[in-house]
């Protein structure tokens, strides 16, 4: 992969063309490749076609794009309900089979969230119960997510991949809700292909991006680039619209032998939005390229 490795998004540009158009908008620019994020607006696992797969890897083959893939928000490591373990399960396989179809060296997922915490709130009122403990429904779940993570890291190893697990510090009843406890984490299933997705605009409406970045750096293997400006809200804004500073990363971006990510929201100017985060990051990478 040529560094840095810059790719664009379909769940970005979604709102304008499907995910072969986005491919090959993807190649016609010139960015490295493209991230499959998993929606059922245009790329589900279980009901993508093999056709759009057959499509997808003849555009990547002829323009000389590459592709990674990221699971959907749905599927939660951290569950221990059958029915939905048993859904989650069958689209990380699927998952694992797509990656291997298209090449992708990566597949992406979210920590995970304690859904029986949840069960202790209604429309957002929480209970105070006797009965149950907060923290140990935490660290349940955060050992159903380790147990799945191990699972999902030795299914991906068999198939050459590595896989990834981002900071979402900022989503309620998060596994992981600091940028330490996933590196504990992630340590802790004693997987090498167990790495690190870091996202910008996550990290920088959490701790701060220098200090998640400095957390997790050892980890990081892929990179979702999106600024922020709000305190413990997600926006994914272009990489101007927001008050990141950047300028810290640029020599591991600039190295990184993994993807750097253009994850960014921007429904009404998806493309303009797409072009002018690559101007902006490229700016402060040259000097380092």
């Not at 323009?63 to 029915?83: L, S």
């Not at 660290?139 to 697990?165: F, N, Q, S």
């Not at 009404?268 to 390229?289: F, G, Q």
């Amino acid at each position: 992969m040529k560094k840095p490795s810059i790719f664009t998004c379909n769940w970005t540009l979604f709102p304008v063309m499907d995910v072969i158009e986005a491919a090959r908008f993807t190649a016609r620019e010139g960015f490295a490749g493209m991230e499959l994020e998993c929606t059922p607006l245009g790329f589900w696992p279980t009901t993508i076609s093999q056709a759009t797969i057959r499509e997808l890897i003849a555009v990547g083959d002829g323009e000389g794009i590459r592709y990674t893939v990221h699971a959907p928000d749905a599927i939660n490591p951290a569950i221990d309900q059958p029915e939905t373990k048993a859904r989650d399960t069958e689209i990380f396989n699927r998952l694992v089979e797509l990656a291997t179809q298209l090449s992708s060296p990566v597949i992406g997922i979210h920590p995970g969230v304690v859904h029986t915490l949840f069960a202790l709130e209604r429309r957002g009122i929480p209970y105070t119960a006797q009965r149950f403990s907060r923290e140990e429904l935490a660290a349940d779940g955060r050992k159903r997510a380790l147990d799945t993570y191990a699972e999902w890291g030795d299914h991906c190893a068999k198939a050459g991949l590595t896989l990834t697990v981002e900071n979402e510090v900022h989503v309620r009843h998060t596994v992981a809700p600091t940028a330490e406890i996933l590196a504990e984490m992630i340590s802790r299933t004693g997987r090498d292909n167990i790495k690190a997705n870091l996202d910008t605009g996550h990290a920088y409406i959490g701790a701060g991006l220098v200090e998640e970045f400095n957390v997790l750096k050892d980890l990081i293997v892929h990179m979702h680039l999106d600024d922020g400006r709000t305190a413990g809200v997600s926006e994914h804004l272009p990489l101007w619209e927001g008050l990141a500073d950047f300028s810290p990363l640029a020599e591991f971006i600039a190295r990184m032998e993994g993807a750097a990510v253009l994850e960014i929201y921007a429904p009404e100017r998806p493309v303009e939005a797409t072009l002018e985060s690559r101007n902006y990051l490229l700016n402060i990478l040259r000097p380092l390229v």
